[in-house]
């Protein structure tokens, strides 16, 4: 039911900004920091543990899935909202801060991937990929003519 997919929404949603708010102050600054970042993250959560759990039925998963798919352009538009321009005149801080954050996603991201591990392929497949690459392969399909015969 979507309807249990809002609710979810909206408790995320709730203690998402709660937990914003309660950081804004812990780190003295007049505003809710992540906020809407923590109920996105929560979210997800929330829809994993409950599937683990085995309480969602498909009409439930499917209005929390279609709540968790719509999140996403609802965080855009609230962070379009926000005063950039006032942030990055506070300071280089903001500069550095961002740019941190980018390069941590990136190392973050590379090294998931190589811990990630991939499947082993078959030796055979590589020496015919390789030998394909290098043009000493298999001719490639020749394709049906398109142009009709006079």
């Known amino acids: 039911m979507t309807i249990l997919g809002v609710a979810l929404l909206a408790l995320c949603t709730l203690v998402g900004v709660f937990l914003g708010d309660l950081l804004g102050i812990l780190l003295d600054v007049k505003a809710n920091v992540g906020g ?14 409950l599937m683990r759990q085995d309480r969602l039925g498909h009409a439930t998963k499917l209005g929390v ?53 991939r499947p082993a392929q078959d030796a055979a497949e590589v020496a015919q990929a390789g030998a394909v690459i ?17």
Do not use: H
């Not at 298999?138 to 142009?147: D, G, M, Q």
């Open 134 to 150: 290098a043009g000493e392969g298999a001719e490639a399909p020749s394709r049906p003519s398109t142009t009709a015969r006079r």
């Open 36 to 49: 809407v970042g923590i109920a996105m993250m929560l979210l997800i959560a929330a829809r994993v543990w």
């Open 65 to 117: 899935e279609f709540w968790a798919s719509m999140y996403i352009p609802i965080v855009v538009a609230m962070a379009a909202q926000q005063n950039v321009v006032a942030a990055v005149s506070g300071g280089p801080i903001v500069i550095i801060a961002a740019v941190g954050s980018v390069l941590l996603c990136f190392a973050a991201t590379a090294l998931l991937g190589r811990i990630g591990g």
